[in-house]
Nanobody, 125 residues
Framework: QVQLVESGGGLVQAGGSLRLSCAAS????????IGWFRQAPGKEREFVAA????????YYSDSVKGRFTISRDNAKNMVYLQMNSLKPEDTAVYYC??????????????????WGQGTQVTVSS
């Protein structure tokens, strides 16, 4: 069982930066890959980025590649999403999620076991 709590959201102007944090409970945090997702009003939830258990492998959606960076610190049970060059279309509630699946299966199936409550990111134009 893993409990996830996101923080770091807020209001930022277009072109600005934010860093989201995902704090995880549980001694088996390093056994889980972590993903970030987002959901804008009236839209379906969208995959943003994922990082494998060790932090050595990452994967991004095309919409954020080159602007966002996912990282993790297993000693602190933390995952981060550094968001640069933010655009109004990045406005959404951002969620982190944990998956016990293998990396290859996760990239194929996008199956996550535990979810946080989300943090709002608003980018003004």
């Amino acid at each position: 069982q893993v409990q996830l709590v996101e923080s770091g959201g807020g209001l930022v102007q277009a072109g600005g930066s934010l860093r989201l944090s995902c704090a995880a409970s549980g001694r088996t945090f390093s056994s889980y890959a972590i993903g970030w997702f987002r959901q804008a009003p009236g839209k379906e939830r969208e995959f943003v980025a994922a990082i494998n258990r060790s932090g050595g492998m990452t994967y991004y959606s095309d919409s954020v590649k080159g602007r966002f960076t996912i990282s993790r610190d297993n000693a602190k049970n933390m995952v981060y999403l550094q968001m640069n060059s933010l655009k109004p279309e990045d406005t959404a509630v951002y969620y982190c999620a944990a998956s016990g699946s293998s990396w290859s299966r996760l990239l194929k199936n996008n199956d996550y076991d535990f979810w946080g409550q989300g943090t709002q990111v608003t980018v003004s134009s």
